[in-house]
C-alpha cells in the first residue's frame, strides 16, 4: 500500500528520476510533471497528497504554478514543497507568500526532504 501519492514539478529529467527512486523504495506513489502546465493539467487526475515543486521551469515557474494550484479549492489545503537551486531568503520568502509550505534547497540530503514530506503530508497518512 502506497503511504501516499507525490507529484514531483521539475524541468530537469534528472531531477524527477533521483526523487521519483528515493520516493519509490520509501513506499509513495510518485507522479512526474516536467512543466507547471503540465502539473497544472496531472494535479486533477492524479489528485496528490503532497506535491514537490521546482521553481526556475520554462513557460511557467514554480511560484506562478503555486498560485494557479491554490486557486483551485480542491487543492488549497494541498502541500507544496519546494525543491529549487534558489537559496536566498526573498526566494524562500517569495515562495512561502504564494502558498508553499515548505523549501528545500538543491543539493538536498534525502533524508531532509523525507522528513519534511513526512511532516507535510495529511495526519491520515503518517
Known sequence: MSKGKILIVDDEMVGRQLLQALLIV???EPFLAKSGREALELVNQVHPDLILMDIMMPDMNGYQTIKELKKDNK????????ISALDD?????RGLNVGASDFISKPYESEKVLTIIKEHLPDHLK
Not at 487543492?75 to 519546494?82: C, D
Not at 531568503?89 to 520568502?93: A, F, G, L, V
Open 26 to 28: 520509501e513506499g509513495y
Open 89 to 93: 531568503r526573498d526566494s524562500k520568502s
Open 75 to 82: 487543492l488549497k489545503k494541498t502541500p507544496v514543497v519546494i
